[in-house]
């Protein structure tokens, strides 16, 4: 959904083998990032599984409250979903689905054209809402781009990027 009126690009190419794609409704194939005991654990800091309805309320909440995008990766001429990211007023979420391609700089670049698109907005800053003191590799990738803790929340911390 568009963010303040503004309408969200289909399609934001980041590299040859990576871009995100405007989330269309369909999310069936993304159910087994989410019912991964460890990928739920770093995004909701605790081991409840999703099941389709709540996967589906999840992705209908972000899709009307930010730009919500499937991180695709090029294979054999192919593109394919590996995770998912939404990017808010008042949060950024990031998921890579795939582990394979966590750690590999996928985050980051994908994270950085969100950045980018908000700079083009000309929003004053972007926020994410909680990254879990447990969650490490969350904050390397958000601090590594220049996010710093902005204030303590239950399980860690939130951060900002003044822009």
Known sequence: MPIDHI??????????TLRLRKYDGTHDFALS???DPETVWMVDGDRDVYTPE?????YTHQ?????????????????RPIGDVC????D???VIGEKSLRGKGVGK?????????????????????DIYDFNV?????????????????????????PL
């Open 109 to 129: 670049a994908a994270v950085s054209a969100l950045i980018a698109r908000a700079r083009g907005l000309g929003w004053a800053c972007v926020r994410v809402g």
């Open 63 to 79: 899709d009307t409250h930010g730009e919500l995008y499937f991180i695709e990766w090029k294979e054999n001429a192919c593109w």
């Open 87 to 90: 990017l808010s007023p008042d």
């Open 137 to 161: 590799p969350s904050q390397a990738l958000f601090t590594s781009l220049g996010f710093q803790p902005e204030g303590k929340t239950e399980k860690g911390r939130s951060y900002i990027l």
């Open 54 to 58: 709540k996967l589906h309320k999840m």
């Open 7 to 16: 309408p969200q690009p289909d399609i934001l190419p980041i590299s040859e």
């Open 92 to 94: 950024f979420a990031i």
């Open 33 to 35: 990032w989410y019912t």
